[in-house]
């Protein structure tokens, strides 16, 4: 006689005439938990979703804050930063990559025309007058450093030349039978002393000049000079780089890579062209600049010395306001602000 099986309540599946699962016992179930949870406690609002046995999803288990009897959720996803924003180490990171790049670059194109092996860029006519720039300058500090000599052995000249007429003098008071003889010698020291201090103001207005010419107004040129090297330099490590690219293969990946080194080679270009014509432009003020100062400090000197070592004051003393210098008078010291006033 068959036996009737037990029933299972947990292997009852309602289903509605249609044939759809009943599901008002699942909502029930959510009901009466949620009834015989304790209100007040600040819990969440917890609802069990089940699945049909033949399903492969698990059962879910869906929490949101229980605000007045009401569940609100909350969305999450991924945080979207506005192109706006930009980090500061990030931008410090990609200064630092693009002068390391820039580095390596000109490091490998100097080396390779060093060893012979890269093409330079050269423009004769200009390269030509960099190089007699630098020859002058360096002709023009040996000039500079003998007439510093010649500045410092004249002032102990002119310093022993007044000491020696100061001992002249002293004698010529002290020794009744050769006054006239010390006071002829003391006489001629002090005024060779005197015509030395004007000559050593002339040599030494004369120094600062040239030194002025040499040590700023060259150099500023030669500083020029040294960035258009520099532009020159980078402007062919991408002209290589572009050229290389361009004997190799045409595809998708190369083609980018081609449009950016066009685009840096073009802007390296610029550069170059505009750092050649500024060179251009203060070599050109430069030379003109120099004729002029070295005209009237040669004159200067040449007048100097030939009306000191003729023993004719009066044309020195004319070469000095000639060329408008005020000598200082030994010892005495520049009048204060209230003297002046």
Same mark, same amino acid.
């Given at each position: 006689?068959?036996?009737?099986?037990?029933?299972?309540?947990?292997?009852?599946?309602?289903?509605?005439?249609?044939?759809?699962?009943?599901?008002?016992?699942?909502?029930?179930?959510?009901?009466?938990?949620?009834?015989?949870?304790?209100?007040?406690?600040?819990?969440?609002?917890?609802?069990?979703?089940?699945?049909?046995?033949?399903?492969?999803? *698990?059962?879910?288990? +869906?929490? @949101?804050?229980?605000?007045?009897? &009401?569940?609100?959720?909350? /969305?999450? #996803?991924?945080?979207? !930063?506005?192109?706006?924003?930009?980090?500061?180490?990030?931008?410090?990171?990609?200064?630092?990559?693009?002068?390391?790049?820039?580095?390596?670059?000109?490091?490998?194109?100097?080396?390779?025309?060093?060893?012979?092996?890269?093409?330079?860029?050269?423009?004769?006519?200009?390269?030509?007058?960099?190089?007699?720039?630098?020859?002058?300058?360096?002709?023009?500090?040996?000039?500079?450093?003998?007439?510093?000599?010649?500045?410092?052995?004249?002032?102990?000249?002119?310093?022993?030349?007044?000491?020696?007429?100061?001992?002249?003098?002293?004698?010529?008071?002290?020794?009744? *039978?050769?006054?006239? +003889?010390? @006071?002829?010698?003391?006489?001629? &020291?002090?005024?060779?002393? /005197?015509? #030395?201090?004007?000559? !050593?103001?002339?040599?030494?207005?004369?120094?600062?000049?040239?030194?002025?010419?040499?040590?700023?107004?060259?150099?500023?040129?030669?500083?020029?000079?040294?960035?258009?090297?520099?532009?020159?330099?980078?402007?062919?490590?991408?002209?290589?780089?572009?050229?290389?690219?361009?004997?190799?293969?045409?595809?998708?990946?190369?083609?980018?890579?081609?449009?950016?080194?066009?685009?840096?080679?073009?802007?390296?270009?610029?550069?170059?062209?505009?750092?050649?014509?500024?060179?251009?432009?203060?070599?050109?003020?430069?030379?003109?600049?120099?004729?002029?100062?070295?005209?009237?400090?040669?004159?200067?000197?040449?007048?100097?010395?030939?009306?000191?070592?003729?023993?004719?004051?009066?044309?020195?003393?004319?070469?000095?306001?000639?060329?408008?210098?005020?000598?200082?008078?030994?010892?005495?010291?520049?009048?204060?602000?209230?003297?002046?006033?």
């Amino acid at each position: 006689m068959a036996q009737e099986s037990p029933k299972n309540s947990a292997a009852e599946i309602p289903v509605t005439s249609n044939g759809e699962v009943d599901d008002s016992h699942e909502h029930g179930f959510n009901r009466d938990l949620k009834h015989s949870l304790p209100a007040g406690l600040g819990l969440s609002e917890t609802q069990i979703t089940s699945h049909g046995f033949d399903s492969t999803k *698990e059962g879910v288990i +869906e929490g @949101g804050a229980f605000q007045g009897g &009401q569940r609100t959720q909350t /969305k999450s #996803g991924p945080v979207i !930063l506005a192109d706006e924003i930009k980090n500061p180490a990030m931008e410090k990171l990609e200064l630092v990559r693009k002068w390391s790049l820039n580095t390596y670059k000109c490091t490998r194109q100097i080396i390779s025309e060093k060893l012979g092996r890269g093409s330079r860029t050269v423009d004769l006519e200009l390269e030509a007058q960099i190089d007699i720039l630098r020859d002058n300058k360096k002709k023009y500090e040996n000039i500079l450093r003998l007439a510093q000599t010649l500045s410092t052995q004249l002032f102990q000249m002119v310093h022993t030349q007044r000491q020696l007429g100061d001992a002249f003098a002293d004698l010529s008071l002290k020794s009744l *039978e050769l006054h006239e +003889e010390f @006071g002829y010698n003391a006489d001629t &020291q002090k005024l060779l002393a /005197k015509n #030395g201090e004007t000559l !050593l103001g002339a040599i030494n207005f004369f120094i600062a000049s040239v030194n002025t010419l040499v040590n700023k107004t060259i150099e500023d040129t030669l500083m020029t000079v040294k960035q258009y090297e520099s532009a020159r330099i980078e402007y062919d490590a991408y002209r290589t780089d572009l050229e290389e690219l361009n004997l190799g293969p045409r595809d998708a990946n190369t083609l980018p890579k081609i449009e950016q080194s066009q685009h840096l080679f073009q802007a390296h270009k610029e550069k170059y062209d505009k750092m050649r014509n500024d060179v251009s432009i203060k070599l050109k003020f430069l030379e003109e600049n120099k004729v002029k100062v070295l005209h009237n400090q040669l004159v200067l000197f040449h007048n100097a010395i030939a009306a000191y070592f003729a023993g004719n004051q009066k044309q020195l003393e004319q070469t000095l306001k000639q060329f408008h210098i005020k000598l200082k008078t030994p010892g005495v010291d520049a009048p204060s602000w209230l003297e002046e006033q």
